[in-house]
């Protein structure tokens, strides 16, 4: 197994001499026991022969065929039975069928793991820590290969599923490795397991002067398991392809990434609007061969580029990814028919069908406009913001026209895309640190339009959602006066379906999967479309209502906050003689002490004050026959009134 493996150089795990305390046994009675099935199974097939490994030996007599174990159980109880058992019975002499039951019992699920693991990493910073269950696993595996028992697939797939939810990524490879070294061939699903504990590990915080021995680590873990794969002639997933290029994206290897892209999706960084051209020919003649494009390897992309490639690269690629080119835009067309000089054979095209491309969602949006906010590009980000504004709205308004239609709720397509804090946010912060008033003006009319758009929404759907709960109390109502006993079986199917469409979506990890779907005929299936909860629809409307407001009342305050300095500002280019923009006039004017004292005293009759002013500077050019001083370049945040 692989707690008998001897690893050369550095050991990754705990030694195996290493003592270990018991505690005592609990005094609860039994009152469920394993499934007589099973142990009928085992009896029955006491006389064959089971395969074995190097420290198995066959056994055709069991003594102890179960052990019980209560459903509202400890793992730790579990586990306390268990090593009774061993020490008065012998590992040799129980069942393969108990090894297996207090394998799964004796640790706590992969989700408990994962939230106890997550904690244990804010608040220690636990880089180095063992996996606190590990040795209890170790300690069932050898005394399953005591009993003659070798681990199927699907024990190895829990462990590592274990494993993957703690991040324990050295242990996943050694439980690789003893697959290998007992003939278990490993699968997809094998990978993507081990691929889960990398990616988690990275995903987690910690202590900056360790991160670099981490990243190294997990590179090196990494590189081990793509050449088993690739050894062993693994087919990639899009699950794995997608938990690979995390991992490249934290380890910071943009060579690697890039080259990752070209192989599995055929994109290519430096010509994103075309097929790569290892996926050029090899699709005309034998069909698509590239994984489809997800929006989730699209947020992955962006992160990635965001993070280690310049911004006009990060721009292009969100750009075509996101809405790639006809192919028939994408082509060249040559024409030869009156060019005499020319000659030669027209080069062929090389793409073959539509690039890969990918729908954004709100998470693209804001990957996108956090990175463009750490370059310093406030041009970018006044556009993706105003793209987002419109595309939240032609969402929204094709949701209206097929409820207009008559298409039932269940059907209406998810909301994918919503302008929220955190988008308007990184523009807020922009303006703050260039000092732009314009754009802090611009954030503030960015604020009032989207709660207006959002209050109306939240209105809407909150007057859709009334009338569905009182269809479904009406239906409810007449089904139960008109049947006797219980609910009729389609009332009873609809609303088990509504319940499930109302429950709201749990906090799941996008790098932890515990039911990890990695099958060959699985990846070239599309995703299954997500439809509306209007439950949940409502709960982020009057979310993003409640923190727009509270970001619109910042941005306001801020406003007024500027606006004696810049009073002071202008006032002083006044004193100067200097031209300041009058936004009334819209254009540059040199105005007097006095006039300058009305506009600030009464900004209503600006323009009239100003006008004023201008009258009696051209009758002066007229007299003097001199021009005017003042500039004539545009308006910029200092020089405005």
Known sequence: MWVLQKINGTAFHPRLTQARWLHPSSSRRSTITLPVSQTRDYAENSSETISTGPASMTRNVYTVHDL??????????????????????????????????????????????????????????????PFAYEERMRTVVRNMDKAGHVPHMEEYHFILGQFAAAGHYVGSYQVLKDMINFGIEPTAKTFGLILQAIAYRLAQPGRENQRQRLIHGTRRILDEVLQVMFTRGILWVSVNFDLTMRVLRETMDLSGFERLLRVSYGIDLTNPDKLALEHAASQSATGTTILPFSTAALNTTIDTMGRLAPVSKLVSAFEVLTTPLHPSTSQSSYTLEDDDDDFGIPPESQTVGRPPYATPNTKTYNILMQHLFAAHHHTFLRHYLLQAMRVEYEIDRRIRGLISYGVPI??????????????????????????????????????????????????????????????????????????????????????????ENLVSPKLASTVFNENLDTSPSSQFLATPPKYLDLRTHLKILGRDIRQIERLAQSVEAEIIRWAPTMRRKLAARVAQGKAIYVTSVKKHVVVSRETWKMIVGNRRRQRLFVESDIVQQEAKQDTQGQPNSAPAEGPSDANRS
């Open 410 to 499: 269940e059907k209406l397509p998810n909301h994918h895309t919503a302008v929220n804090r955190a988008m308007i946010l990184a523009v807020y912060k922009q303006a703050i640190g260039r000092r732009k008033r314009e754009l802090m003006n611009f954030v503030l009319k960015v604020c009032n339009r989207v709660l207006r758009r959002k209050r109306v929404h939240f209105q809407y759907y909150q007057e859709l959602w009334q009338g569905t709960l009182a269809r479904r109390e009406a239906g409810s109502l007449n089904a139960s006066t008109n049947a006797t006993g219980s609910v009729p079986f389609t009332m009873t199917r609809f609303s088990q379906l509504r319940a």
């Open 68 to 129: 019980p174990l209560e459903d509202d159980l400890t793992p730790t109880d579990a586990w306390e039975r268990y090593t009774e058992l061993v020490e008065k019975e012998g590992p040799e002499n129980i069942a393969p069928v108990v090894h297996q039951t207090v394998l799964r019992r004796c640790v706590p699920s992969a989700k408990v793991l994962r939230w106890r693991t997550s904690r244990e990493f804010v608040a220690r910073f636990a880089w180095s820590k």
